[in-house]
């Protein structure tokens, strides 16, 4: 079992650019979160969904952010037109029902 | 809403000591799930230890256990024994049961434990 894998790990993008994260969860798990860590903000919740369907995004800022669940084994975080506050470790996570959420190793993204 | 709440930003110990971190939360589900997590130096965050709440039982794995206090919606995190290699940010985290729908973790803002020679 290798864990959730985050593909970057650093990712440096100019201004105005676009940024696309990947996750691959544990297998078998229904569930796939994604968070963002900040040293002001905390741990945010961004997302999630369960058996590959959208379920709560009540954390995702509305107008340059979006995730998809396109299969089983991966999910993409996508920021259009990024900027500085941006800047951010991304974890996606993964869980079965009811248990505990196993995190992947973060997507440390830059935005300059 | 839910929510969760570590008041210690920080905390130093002596090794071989023992440390109890506090965590509250708010929750209006029946049925929930407590978490404590561990971010080492790197910023992997790992798993420790969970406590389900309808069990009474305290939840305990190697050095870790758990204060359970379901009536003042507390959940304390002991370390016994610490070693140097226990210095991180421990998180609390909460998430509702499948069926409650809110699946989510809602994180404490972490405690900085600091473990000295």
């Known amino acids: 079992n290798a864990g959730v894998i985050q593909t970057p790990r650093h990712k440096v993008t100019g201004k105005g650019q676009e940024a696309t994260l990947w996750c691959e969860p544990i297998?078998?798990?229904?569930?796939v979160f994604w968070y963002r860590q900040t040293i002001v903000q905390g741990l945010e919740f961004l997302t999630y969904f369960r058996n590959q369907a959208p379920i709560d995004d009540s954390g995702m800022p509305k107008e340059r952010f979006s995730a998809q669940m396109p299969n089983q084994s991966h999910s993409t975080l996508k920021i259009q037109s990024t900027q500085p506050q941006d800047s951010a470790v991304y974890l996606c996570a993964s869980s079965s029902t009811n248990t505990e959420v196993f995190f992947g190793k973060g997507t440390r993204l830059t935005v300059v | 809403a839910q929510k969760v709440t570590q008041t210690q930003t920080s905390i130093s110990v002596v090794e071989k000591t023992t440390v109890t971190m506090d965590c509250v939360y708010e929750?209006?589900?029946?049925?929930?799930?407590l978490f404590w997590y561990k971010q080492t130096a790197s910023g992997e965050i790992v798993f420790l230890i969970r406590q389900d709440s309808y069990k009474k039982e305290n939840a305990t794995v190697g050095h870790y256990s758990l204060n359970f206090q379901k009536p003042k919606s507390s959940i304390g995190l002991i370390i016994t024994a610490t070693q140097i290699e226990d210095s991180a940010v421990y998180f609390c985290a909460m998430r509702g049961a499948a069926s409650s729908g809110s699946w989510q973790l809602i994180f404490g803002s972490g405690t900085q434990l600091t473990v000295m020679p």
């Open positions: 297998s078998g798990h229904s569930a």
């Open positions: 929750t209006r589900d029946s049925s929930y799930f």
